[in-house]
Each structure stands twice: as structure tokens, then as C-alpha cells.
């Protein structure tokens, strides 16, 4: 090729990327996390120059995907085969550091869209220690989730994206947002609680300017304790929860920072320990 050749040659290659970049940007926006969705996808991200892609490998030994097509974005493909990521009773802590640091330092990314994960079993400790400016979810399937316990500890996320979050199946929220920290409302209001059954912790320590609670459904809750000890948040309506089935509330507001506290309905007659409750 002579000189002006390959000029050419490289116009036309900047050119095809450029197109390919486009089309894969809204591609890897859809919820479908199948096998060959994702051989596909990652193919073509791997064509990009300007796209960084990079794996991890679950605890099972399966591949979850983070494709970069911008500076401003990360996707998290989660592959519907997939039921563990870094908790599955082994080796998760050094697991759950290692997907953590992609998502914060490998990838220097402030926004996060997480797609697929139909068959996740559990999201212990997923996020936690996470500090993004944004977490989209609402592509995010967690349907067959029954635990999310310390899911989003210690992080600082400006905002979070639920959307319809599924947490039907969901009966262990321990933890959840422990020492969680973020500049916007927190809604939980799509948050389906029938099944749950432990929720202490779930708010300690967590500096959140305001939760919406409005869709809890606590009737099966049996443990509450600490659940928003020393929790810096500004009101707590709390006036739709049925504590009728709970056996511990211990500590459960104790050194909380809520300039208005609503529990007029609770029923602590099952609670066997109530001990410090305020």
C-alpha cells in the first residue's frame, strides 16, 4: 500500500469501528443474557479499539462480562446461567474484592448498568464498598434471588437505579444497606418484602436523606434487630409495618438520627427481646 493508501485504509477502519460502536452502545442495553447473546456481543466489543472488555470468573467458574463501549458507562453482563457470583459459602471475600475493584478501579467508570443474572441464587456482598455515582439495576433480574444480604454494604452510590427490582423470592435482606451512604431519596418502593424474613441490620449505620418504605410487607419478618441503629436518615414512616410475627427488635432505633420516628402500629407481642427498641 502506498502512503496514501493507508491513510485511506485507516479512515476506513476508524469509520467501521465508529458504526460498530454505535450499534453495539443500545445492543448491550437489552435484557437478554443468553449464551449466544453474549458470545456475540463480546465479539464485536473486542473489535472496537475504543472498547474495552474485560471477564471475571464467578465462584463457580463461569464468566460474567464488562464491556466499556464509552468513558462514562460500564456494562455488567450477567449471563442467565450464572447462580453465584463471589458468595457461594467459599472464598467470597477475596472474590467479592476482586469484582469490586473492576467495577472501581480497573474500568475508572462512575456509572454502572448491570444486565441478565435470571439465575442468580444470591447477591451477597455484590456491591459492597462500590463507590460510583450511578447504579442502573432496572435490567437487572434477580427473581430467583432468595438472599441479598449485605448486597450494597459500605457503598457510596449517588443514586440507584431499581426500577422494578425483583425481590419476590427474597428472604434474607441482613445488612443490606449497612453503613450505606448516598446523596439521593432511596426507593424502595417497587421492593416486594412477602417473603422476607430477616431484616436486621438492614439500615445500620446507613446515611440516606430518605427511604421510602411504602411497599414493605414485614408480616413475615421475625428478626428486626438494629435494623436502623445509629442510621442517619431524616423521617421514618413506619406506620404500615406488621410486626406481628417478630421475635426480635433489640436495639432496633437505638442511637438512630431521625428527626421524626412513625411506629404507631407495631405489635411487639411476640418479641422476646425488645430490649433498647428506642
Known sequence: LTHDNRLIYRELEYSEKKALSAKINPEVNKINADETYVSNITAKAKLLGSCEIRDFTTVDGKKIYFIKPSDNIVNVIIPNDVEYIVSHGRNFENLSSRFQNLLRDHMFCNNVNVIGGKGL??????????????????????????????????????????????????????????????????DLSYFDTRNVKDMAEMFSFANVRNINFESFDTSNVIRMEAMCYNCNTDKLYLSMFDTRNCENMTEMFMHCKASYLNIKNFDITKAFNNNALL
Open 121 to 186: 441464587k444470591n447477591i451477597v456482598l455484590l456491591f459492597q464498598h462500590t463507590d460510583i455515582e450511578t447504579l442502573d439495576l432496572s435490567n437487572f433480574d434477580t427473581s430467583s434471588c432468595t438472599s441479598m444480604s449485605r448486597a450494597f454494604e459500605c457503598a457510596n452510590i449517588d443514586k440507584i437505579i431499581f426500577g422494578k427490582f425483583d425481590t419476590h423470592n427474597v428472604i434474607d435482606m441482613r445488612a443490606m444497606f449497612g453503613k450505606f451512604s448516598t446523596v439521593s431519596p432511596l
